[in-house]
T-cell receptor, first 112, second 114 residues
Framework: GENVEQHPSTLSVQEGDSAVIKCTYS??????FPWYKQELGKRPQLIID?????GEKKDQRIAVTLNKTAKHFSLHITETQPEDSAVYFC???????????FGQGTTLQVKP | KAGVTQTPRYLIKTRGQQVTLSCSPI?????VSWYQQTPGQGLQFLFE???????NKGNFPGRFSGRQFSNSRSEMNVSTLELGDSALYLC?????????????FGPGTRLTVT
């Protein structure tokens, strides 16, 4: 069935360092890959997304890359700040429905 | 535009009872999806409604049901509650068409079953 694997489950970095979170999806027909940030007690917030016809997308300090052949995509955060500390979820969608399959989440801790 | 809203925010129920949760999407959004979030299982898709019709359904028992009204507001119902139904229930709305893939989440309803 549809599945998204996310690694690592926890990640600790020093302020100013880069952080990379990786996801692998199983459905080769997946066409949309969003990333959500969820702070404690808050709703998941869409931070960046990429469609299957694009290989890379960047928005200030965050970027996402997609490798369709290998069926994996990654989130890159540069110059990390303490406020980047949160749980990050990747997801994949197939077709034109709203069904998102989520990874298990990565808890990112940025140490000042 | 106002964001996605959900009511109630917190709910405590007893095993065997039923519960109804409500979600109001962003104005103009016609698609509403529901997700269950638990520490053990993460975020799992329950179902999606579009134009008052269920469009897709996840792997949950028939005790979980939903509906959507003509104004796009959606409700989710869980009957015969079990302890394992304790979770954060999130709804998300999105625009429709091939350009509107982004889903925006509401704050969630925290359901505790005792």
């Amino acid at each position: 069935g549809e599945n998204v694997e996310q690694h690592p489950s926890t990640l600790s970095v020093q302020e100013g360092d880069s952080a990379v979170i990786k996801c692998t999806y199983s459905d080769s027909a997946s066409n949309y890959f969003p990333w959500y940030k969820q702070e404690l007690g808050k709703r998941p917030q869409l931070i960046i997304d990429i469609r299957s016809n694009v290989g890379e997308k960047k928005d200030q300090r965050i970027a996402v890359t997609l490798n369709k052949t290998a069926k994996h995509f990654s989130l890159h955060i540069t110059e990390t700040q303490p406020e980047d500390s949160a749980v990050y979820f990747c997801a994949a969608k197939t077709g034109n429905t709203g069904k998102l399959i989520f990874g298990q989440g990565t808890t990112l801790q940025v140490k000042p | 535009k106002a964001g996605v809203t959900q009511t109630p925010r917190y709910l405590i129920k007893t095993r065997g009872q039923q519960v109804t949760l409500s979600c109001s999407p962003i104005s103009g959004h016609r698609s509403v999806s529901w997700y269950q979030q638990t520490p053990g299982q993460g975020l799992q898709f329950l179902f999606e409604y579009f134009s008052e019709t269920q469009r897709n359904k996840g792997n949950f028992p028939g005790r979980f049901s939903g509906r959507q009204f003509s104004n796009s507001r959606s409700e989710m119902n869980v009957s015969t509650l079990e302890l394992g139904d304790s979770a954060l229930y999130l709804c998300a709305s999105r625009g429709t068409g091939t350009v509107n893939y982004e889903q925006y989440f509401g704050p969630g309803t925290r359901l505790t079953v005792t």
